[in-house]
């Protein structure tokens, strides 16, 4: 009664729609299979599946791209989107959609937390303009929140580029050397694993560091203002060290936070929160 898809990669259909007692066993080989629990085989249909493998045709009613440099737009409903070759612009528009680039530097807009975006490994440098609240798929690099609204944004395993919007954002790294743009708002930024750089833009901005993180960099820290460095997994630092125009907070050997263009004699415990 709903739109719920089964998206399969690997395999162009499946071999057997088996009815087991109330649920329906769909086969794909003898080792690959999905038990589909109260569901009748008689009620499923071709548009319950996606074929998302870049291998494969896309399924019929699909809008496809070629090896040219695309634009591709959807209308009101649940679109299935395939770029193709080429470095494609993807846009569902309204409706939960799914937008498959293919190869080549894929441009995604996305509006409903429903939407889907399907990328594939070593297929270009890939960016996602997001106007929901947004974790980047696999294999997309850069997010970049759009609209007036306070969102937030989640990266991946890669070293991603995210850039927030003129409202309170909060933006999380995760993995990966990662460069992180509050703009405009108060924003709130996790760099996560990896060396990450980390610019607050206005506002009242709060940087986020736990042990483990790393070595991390803060491009602008605001002394004159309410910007926060916000610590989880240590009491306190063990050292304020300058470093030409810079100050390292040193938590160990292997976690501190570089402070470009700030004396350590202008920071004071109020700039700091451990929690």
């Known amino acids: ?12 259909n499946y071999s057997e729609l088996r009815q087991v007692g109330s649920d329906t066993l769909v086969v794909f080989s003898d080792s690959d299979t999905v038990l589909l629990k ?43 989107i395939y770029g193709m070759g080429g470095s494609d612009l993807l846009n569902g528009k309204a409706g939960a959609d799914t937008l498959v680039g293919g190869t080549g530097n894929d441009v ?3 509006d409903n937390a429903g939407d ?31 609209s007036a609204a306070n969102l937030a944004g989640k990266g991946n395993g890669l070293a991603n580029t995210m850039v927030g919007n003129g ?3 909060t933006l999380e790294g995760l993995g990966g050397a990662d460069r992180l743009d509050g703009r405009g708002g108060s924003d709130r930024l996790v760099g996560g694993l990896g060396a990450d750089i980390l610019t607050g833009g206005t506002g009242n901005d709060s940087f986020v560091f736990a042990a ?27 050292e304020l060290r300058q ?29 700091f929160l451990f929690v």
């Open 38 to 80: 109260g569901v009748t085989s008689a009620s499923l249909s071709s548009s319950d599946f996606v074929w998302i493998d870049p291998l494969n045709e896309p399924p019929p009613g699909s809008i496809v791209g070629d090896d040219g440099n695309n634009t591709l737009t959807g209308g009101s409903g649940a679109d299935v």
């Open 167 to 169: 409202a309170a954002n």
């Open 116 to 146: 889907k975006i399907i990328e594939a490994i070593n297929g270009g440098i890939d960016e996602t303009h997001a106007y929901t609240n947004w974790t980047l798929a696999d294999n997309v690099e850069n997010l970049f929140l759009r």
């Open 108 to 110: 995604y807009y996305v």
């Open 243 to 271: 470093v030409g125009s810079d100050t390292l907070v040193v938590f160990s050997a292997s976690d501190m936070l570089s402070l470009n263009g700030v004396l350590v004699a202008s920071i004071s415990n109020s700039d």
């Open 212 to 238: 483990g993180h790393g070595h991390d960099t803060i491009t602008d820290f605001d002394l004159s203002g309410d910007d926060l460095l916000e610590i989880s997994g240590y009491q306190n630092y063990s």
């Open 1 to 12: 009664s709903g739109d719920d898809l089964l998206e399969i990669s690997g395999y162009q």
